[in-house]
């Protein structure tokens, strides 16, 4: 159970919260954009390489819409974008001929992974310093953040911003 905190304590607490996270949402899109950058990509198109690397197989290219919450147009925009620079190829699905998945390239999934594995010692150092309990939390954390993130994504696209 959460620790309870002072009511001004807890004032100056969610103040330094909000200035720290807008630094920290700002250094992760600089940071994504140094990466991107560097590998020659758009950094949604970065984004979505992340994204297929964690699925399963190939996937469509309305599966990379959701992934990405783009429109499906504009994931079959960044999908060419992905294929050009390699990353993907469309495939025919072996199951229904109608449809065509986007498969990645393994070997350049692969010098893509050894970009973030180059850079991952930092952050494993930067987690070392955690206990269980901490990672526990972050983790916690980082999936509530993602929940809440695809649900303001999808009230600032529905032009909700009250």
Not at 19 to 41: C, E, G, I, K, P
Request: some cysteine; proline content about 3%.
């Amino acid at each position: 159970m959460p620790q309870k905190s002072s009511a001004p304590r807890r004032s100056v607490l969610l103040a330094e919260l909000a200035v720290t996270s807008r630094r920290y949402m700002a250094s992760y899109a600089l940071f994504n954009q140094a990466v991107a950058d560097h590998l020659r990509l758009h950094p949604t198109d970065l984004q979505c390489l992340n994204l297929l690397g964690l699925e399963a197989g190939p996937v469509t290219t309305g599966r990379v819409a959701e992934l990405t919450g783009l429109t499906t147009g504009s994931a079959t925009r960044l999908v060419d974008r992905l294929e050009r620079a390699g990353y993907v190829t469309r495939e025919r699905d072996t199951a229904d001929r109608r449809r065509v998945l986007v498969a990645t390239v393994p070997e350049r999934m692969a010098e893509f992974g050894a970009v973030w594995e180059r850079l991952n010692s930092g952050w494993a150092a930067l987690f070392d310093a955690y206990g269980d309990d901490e990672v526990a939390f972050l983790i916690a954390h980082m999936r509530r953040t993602v929940e809440l993130s695809a649900v303001q994504i999808e009230r600032l696209r529905d032009g909700d911003t009250a």
